[in-house]
């Protein structure tokens, strides 16, 4: 082996030479530059990354730890947006101080706490615990040193101050007390007597013990754009949703009562006369002793009851089998939100069902526990030849059906048992988009068909100790993804992720993990706040409104409001909410045939490139809708505006993509009155129903409906042959100002005309801290990512594990990743599948077939996962750096793997990183790497020549 230190960057001069380098924007004359964020935890020895706004490569570094003096330390990586420095080796692992030429000082290795949970989710008992999950919660290393000093909580208010020390055990009943550098656990029985009520919060990370006086950070949760900033915990007096077994807590016991066995085997009315009983009590404990029980219809219980059975190898409820007209919305669920609970018992299901256990949205206080699942909607499945098949057929598709739907708050879902041919645990299509909140998935064994879990909108909820396996040729992974970015949700936020594993995912795209399907309302520059347009209503607080250029596509509560390029780059913002517009704005779906007075009604030519741009807001164009929600979803091969049944129009951004493939192309004659999709010779026409939605249709089926006149004077197209007068238009209703953001937090340095942004949802503050992961694909921070962390992982015969920023859908970002210390036990994978073949009408998303990261494992990429990068640029076009900020130190590959950086990443940092048994060791591609790419203490395998690449072709 051999070991390279070395300090590339490519692109971006060494420091030695680096007074040829152009002065950034903000950084000439006499301004400062002004550190925004560090890597932590980082050790002494190990390199931290800077993001810096105003970067000057003739700055004078210095960093100074307790009542030490500043002391200059060296630097490489250099852009304009940072750099990476050494951490001194005499520092203690503890907080130390940065400044650049004098500048203001940065404190890092100080904890950031995410979010905090209690016993009872958002709250704590007097007699229970809290937890505290975010960065360098624990700045020390694995092995700790003798003068450690455990992470402490402070609770104060006006009456008491309270200090705990974390504890580093696991308790005999399972809570997971383990510390962590981004983790730790907090026993108020243990402490003085809390008295119940509120507390401010503030926590102090563990630290080598040399720091004086400690520096304790408050806590600062995003819970709501109308709760931006969570800064208290509530202890209460009450007890946790716990187990109710008996009277001895006050409920009322109604026992279910049915022959146990004998011919009459249906319990239907003995359990409904149980649940009635407790309904009419307002509540109580539904009791199924030992015994087994047949039921027709679901169990729904009204809210403050809770069903319980002698234990889970001693009760067995079977259903009966429904189909897809008869099945229920859920089998055991309540009959509206509110605290309840199942445990204890068994459940077979073993035909069609839509879900079986089912928390509404709203729920608060409710739990499954100790309960086993046995739900199989392909019960006895055969094949339907030969005729003397004695198994069954099914009809309905292989991913039917979910064993428990999530949502509400404070759900708890631990030691359980579930087997499901579809999902296991979800939260998409429960009602809303709200998704859960303060949810405990801990413990349970999972046996997945589909997806193990869809973890859309999951807030605050720590998934631990759980063993999923997939059982089926459609079994896929566990998913934190957010779909319908264009209303603004879901967002998915602040999750610990520890100690699990997954294996046997060879479903769909075989991710182990993937955020997915990233998207977004507006890419582009802000307008500087001396020059910005201010109403009466948005000059109370300007440092946090942000105007945009132009208008964004739609509001984004809660997303983020990420700085992608010139002043700011790299920092994020949350979304708090839109001020009120004065005035109607456009609503951008559908196009129709409407009043010719419509304020949305006039158009401009087809510009050179076809595109028939809205005059009210030329952002938009007139496009055919490429989507299935628009009516007739495109098969395989066939490009927008080529099936032979009408398909929608509607309007979109006129970007490269739209451009490239037809969707916006369209020509205008006057001689025929006709607007016609180029190539695909069809024309604008209208649907002959009420809606009077415009469509594409064949030039000659509508006749006369189909012929638009041009007026140049109003630029508006109207429908020739109308009664009354109809031209095309969009309708119109009052909105939020898409033109003025509101943040929750002021950016560090005010946004300029350099600054370009991006908004998108929020997918963020996710940990995955020491879970196995074998046979199977790609752990993935997908399209759009922030400060998340992937960390003493280990992988068996797996896909790799990623950094990946896309802009299919708008310019996404992967933003302060860290990959630290995971492990690679065997880099063996399958490799060269077929998921999506390149075709003319679709863009090449798996370029020659391959979906992983294939010869290396760890990765920085962007755009398409080509080789060496796929050429597509995305709606925005921006072609700056889409990761950044990014840390992969101490991970080991035993065999069959690597490291690339690749696509238009920057500010990447490789260090101590080992790499063995293989042929290939770390490769960055310079050709689209923007610079401060540093490599530092790596091994290498020796045969292996430097900066490899078997593809030839980059």
Not at 221 to 241: G, I, K, N, R, Y
Not at 260 to 285: F, K, M, S, Y
Not at 821 to 833: A, P, Q, R
Not at 891 to 907: C, H
Request: with cysteine; proline share 6%; charged share 15%.
């Amino acid at each position: 082996m051999r070991t390279r230190t070395m300090k590339l960057t490519r692109r971006i001069l060494p420091i030695v030479c680096a007074i040829f380098w152009h002065c950034p924007h903000r950084s000439c004359g006499d301004t400062l530059p002004v550190i925004t964020w560090v890597s932590s935890p980082v050790e002494p020895g190990q390199h931290a990354l800077l993001a810096v706004v105003g970067m000057r490569n003739r700055s004078k570094i210095e960093v100074k730890q307790g009542t030490q003096g500043w002391q200059s330390v060296l630097y490489t990586g250099v852009t304009e947006y940072g750099c990476a420095i050494e951490v001194p080796r005499s520092f203690a692992a503890a907080p130390f101080t940065i400044r650049i030429d004098g500048g203001l000082p940065f404190t890092a290795n100080v904890p950031s706490p995410w979010f905090a949970f209690g016993d009872q989710g958002n709250t704590s008992s007097s007699s229970g615990w809290v937890r505290v999950v975010g960065d360098a919660v624990n700045i020390l290393p694995k092995a700790t040193v003798p003068t450690a000093t455990l992470p402490q909580l402070k609770l104060e208010n006006g009456d008491a101050t309270h200090v705990l020390s974390a504890r580093n055990t696991t308790w005999s009943e399972g809570i997971g007390a383990k510390l962590s550098r981004w983790h730790a656990f907090f026993d108020l029985a243990g402490s003085k007597h809390i008295t119940p009520g509120v507390y401010k919060v503030s926590l102090a990370g563990g630290r080598d013990g040399l720091e004086e006086p400690v520096s304790f950070v408050p806590l600062c949760t995003f819970e709501t754009p109308d709760v931006p900033c969570l800064d208290t915990w509530t202890v209460t007096d009450s007890a946790p949703p716990v187990d109710h077994k008996s009277n001895a807590d006050g409920l009322r016991v109604f026992t279910v009562n049915s022959t146990q066995p004998g011919p009459a085997r249906n319990a239907t009315d003995a359990v409904q006369r149980a649940i009635a009983a407790a309904t009419a009590n307002g509540g109580g404990i539904v009791y199924f002793p030992r015994g087994q029980y047949f039921i027709n219809g679901p169990l729904v219980v009204c809210p403050g009851t809770y069903i319980h059975g002698a234990g889970a190898d001693l009760v067995s409820i079977y259903f009966a089998e429904d189909n897809e007209s008869t099945a229920p919305a859920a089998y055991v669920t309540s009959s509206s939100p509110g605290s309840w609970g199942l445990a204890d018992v068994t459940l077979y299901i073993t035909a069609f069902a839509k879900n079986i256990v089912r928390f509404l949205p709203g729920t608060n206080g409710a739990y499954l526990r100790r309960t086993r699942i046995r739900y199989n909607s392909y019960f006895c499945l055969e094949a339907t030849t030969p005729s003397s098949s004695r198994g069954r057929t099914a009809t309905w598709n292989h991913d039917v059906g979910v064993a428990v739907l999530l949502a509400g708050v404070n759900i708890f879902v631990t030691d359980n048992d579930i087997y499901s041919t579809g999902d296991v645990v979800s939260t998409q299509n429960n009602g809303d988009t709200s998704g859960g909140r303060y949810m405990h998935i801990a413990r349970n064994t999972f046996w997945n068909g589909a997806t193990t879990h869809w973890g859309i909108s999951w807030k605050q909820t720590i998934y631990e100790d759980n063993v999923a396996t997939g059982t089926s040729v459609t079994a896929m992974g566990s998913n934190y993804p957010q779909y319908a970015h264009n209303v603004g949700l879901p967002h998915v936020q602040n999750i610990y992720h520890h100690n699990n594993s997954q294996t046997m995912v060879w479903g769909n795209d075989r991710e182990m993990m993937t955020c997915d399907n990233g998207g977004g309302v507006y890419y582009g520059a802000v307008l500087p706040a001396a020059n910005a347009r201010h109403s009466n209503e948005t000059r109370q607080v300007p440092e946090t409104l942000i105007h945009l250029n132009t208008s964004a596509s739609a509001a984004q509560p809660g997303g983020a409001m990420c700085v992608l390029q010139g002043t700011g780059t790299g920092e994020c913002r949350r979304v708090i909410k839109n001020p009120a517009t004065n005035s109607k704005a456009v609503n951008l779906d559908p196009v129709i045939a409407a009043s010719c007075a419509s304020e949305a009604s006039s158009w401009m030519l087809p510009d050179a490139n076809g595109a028939l741009l809205l005059k009210q807001n030329s952002t938009f164009a007139l496009v055919v809708c490429c989507d299935s929600t628009c009516g007739n979803p495109i098969p395989p091969g066939a490009p927008c505006g080529s099936l032979p049944s009408a398909e929608a129009l509607v309007i979109g951004i006129p970007d490269n993509w739209t451009l490239a493939h037809q969707t916006c192309n369209f020509s205008y004659s006057e001689v025929t009155q006709q607007i016609v999709l180029r190539k695909s010779q069809k024309c604008v026409g209208i649907t002959t129903d009420s809606s009077q939605r415009l469509v594409l249709l064949d030039c000659n089926a509508a006749g006369a409906r189909t012929r638009w006149a041009y007026n140049a004077q109003t630029e508006q197209f109207s429908l020739q042959g109308s009664s009354p007068k109809s031209c095309m238009a969009v309708e119109t209703s009052v909105k939020p100002n898409l033109e003025i953001f509101s943040v929750d937090i002021p950016f560090t340095v005010p946004l300029d005309s350099t600054s370009r942004i991006a908004i998108f949802p929020y997918v963020g503050h996710i940990a995955f801290i020491a879970n196995n992961y074998s046979d199977g694909g790609e752990v993935q921070f997908y399209a759009e990512a922030l400060g998340c962390v992937a960390a003493e992982n280990r992988f068996t015969r797996t896909g790799g594990l990623s950094v990946w920023a896309r802009g299919f859908h708008g310019a996404d970002a992967n933003l302060r990743q860290q990959f630290i210390d995971n492990t690679v036990v065997e880099g063996n994978h399958v490799w060269n599948y077929n998921t999506k073949p390149n075709d003319p009408g679709e863009f090449p998303y798996f370029p020659g077939g391959s979906k992983t990261l294939e010869p290396w494992f760890f990765g920085a990429l962007t755009n398409g996962q080509g080789m060496p990068i796929d050429p597509f640029i995305g709606p925005t076009g921006f072609m700056g750096a889409f990761d950044r900020f990014i840390v992969m130190r101490g991970n080991r590959v035993a065999s069959n793997g690597g490291i690339v950086i690749k696509g238009t990443s920057a500010n990447v940092l490789v260090e101590d990183n080992v790499i063995a048994n293989s042929d290939v060791g770390i490769h960055v591609n310079y050709t689209t790497t923007q610079g401060g790419v540093v490599l530092v203490g790596n091994t290498e395998p020796p045969s292996v020549p430097p900066n490899y690449n078997p593809y030839v072709n980059e």
